[in-house]
Nanobody, 120 residues
Framework: QVQLVESGGGLVQPGGSLRLSCAAS????????MGWYRQAPGKQRELVAA???????DYADSVKGRFTISRDNAKNTAYLQMNSLKPEDTAVYYC??????????????WGQGTQVTVSS
C-alpha cells in the first residue's frame, strides 16, 4: 500500500519560514512528477509548486521568489521550503505524486494534508 506522508506544517508569524516534507512510503518502484497544492477555506485547491523527476520546477505566481520545491529521489521525498510567509498563504497543503508501485501501473496519489497557518 502506497502512501504520501506529509509533515512540517504549523503556525508561523508573517515573514517566517516553514519547510514541508512529503515522503512516498510502501512499495514504490518509481516516482515521477511531484507537487504541492493548497486549499484555503472557501477556495478551490490550487497548484503551488511542481517538480519533475529530472528536477524541472514550476510555481504559482503568488509564491515565486518565496517558495522553493525540491526532491530527493533516493528517498522518494519532496520538500517545499516556504519563506517570507504571508497570511494569505494560510491553507491546508497537500502533496501529490505520480508513481508506480507493486502493480507497475502509473497512479496519482494525494497526501492527507498538513495545515499551515500564518498569523501574528
Amino acid at each position: 500500500q502506497v502512501q504520501l506522508v506529509e509533515s512540517g506544517g504549523g503556525l508561523v508569524q508573517p515573514g517566517g519560514s516553514l519547510r514541508l516534507s512529503c515522503a512516498a512510503s510502501g512499495t514504490v518502484f518509481r516516482v515521477y512528477g511531484m507537487g504541492w497544492y493548497r486549499q484555503a477555506p472557501g477556495k478551490q485547491r490550487e497548484l503551488v509548486a511542481a517538480i519533475t523527476s529530472g528536477g524541472s520546477t514550476d510555481y504559482a505566481d503568488s509564491v515565486k521568489g518565496r517558495f522553493t520545491i525540491s526532491r530527493d529521489n533516493a528517498k522518494n521525498t519532496a520538500y517545499l521550503q516556504m519563506n517570507s510567509l504571508k497570511p494569505e498563504d494560510t491553507a491546508v497543503y497537500y502533496c501529490n505524486a505520480d508513481l508506480t508501485g507493486a502493480t507497475m501501473s502509473l497512479v496519482n496519489y494525494w497526501g492527507q494534508g498538513t495545515q499551515v497557518t500564518v498569523s501574528s
